[in-house]
């Protein structure tokens, strides 16, 4: 919690730092997260957690300068990999560090806002697991870290159910390295509250 703290913090002072002076810009604050747990058999199944927060400037009515933490985890309890060889506890944490562009694609004033994001920024994911062989009886833990520059890009709607709070409702997609031949896509989606300082 500390850590995330002093990261938004710093999203903090680099949009003080950038937002014109003249403007007086407003700013905005959201939180996102998404849960889902699929069963692949009767002791197998896979769940994912992810969640967005961050701040926005707002430039220009329907364009925000935005920066995001989105974190996602995901969790395989048990993978099968032959007869004699499983993985178990397989899981998959993303952190990504981004500011982009949120555009809105309705006027201020309309209750459903369509809106698009395309941002980039640095990302990180670690995935961990233990390799048994039941044959041997012997079980060896796994790590490997994979960091780069991510894509990221968003579709959403708004619903604007007070004058300073809407419910967002967004899918999104990122890659790691997406500049790069065979760069792999993930896809999620989530909701969550906006609130207008």
């Not at 990999?81 to 397989?90: C, E, G, K, M, P």
């Not at 209750?111 to 994001?117: G, L, N």
């Amino acid at each position: 919690m500390r850590l995330l703290l002093s990261r938004m913090t710093i999203l903090g002072v680099l949009f003080l730092g950038i937002s014109p002076a003249w403007a007086g810009p407003a700013f905005e604050v959201f939180g996102k997260a998404f849960y889902s747990r699929n069963n692949l058999g009767v002791d197998q199944y896979t769940q994912t957690i992810s969640g967005a927060t961050g701040m926005a400037v707002i430039l220009i009515p329907q364009i925000r300068l935005e920066g995001r933490y989105t974190l996602q985890n995901q969790y395989q309890n048990k993978l099968s990999l032959s007869a004699s060889d499983i993985l178990t506890n397989f899981k998959v944490q993303t952190a990504i560090y981004s500011i982009g562009l949120d555009i809105s694609l309705a006027g201020q004033r309309s209750t459903f806002v369509p809106f698009v994001f395309f941002g980039a920024g640095y990302a990180e994911s670690v995935r961990t697991w233990d390799y048994t062989n039941t044959l041997l009886g012997q079980t060896t833990p796994g790590t490997d870290r994979r960091t780069g520059l991510a894509g990221q890009m968003g579709l959403g709607v708004r619903w604007r159910i007070a004058k300073s709070a809407a419910i967002d409702i967004e899918a999104n997609a990122y890659s790691i390295d997406f500049y790069k031949p065979g760069a792999l896509v993930d896809v999620s989606g989530n909701a969550g509250i906006r609130l207008y300082l």
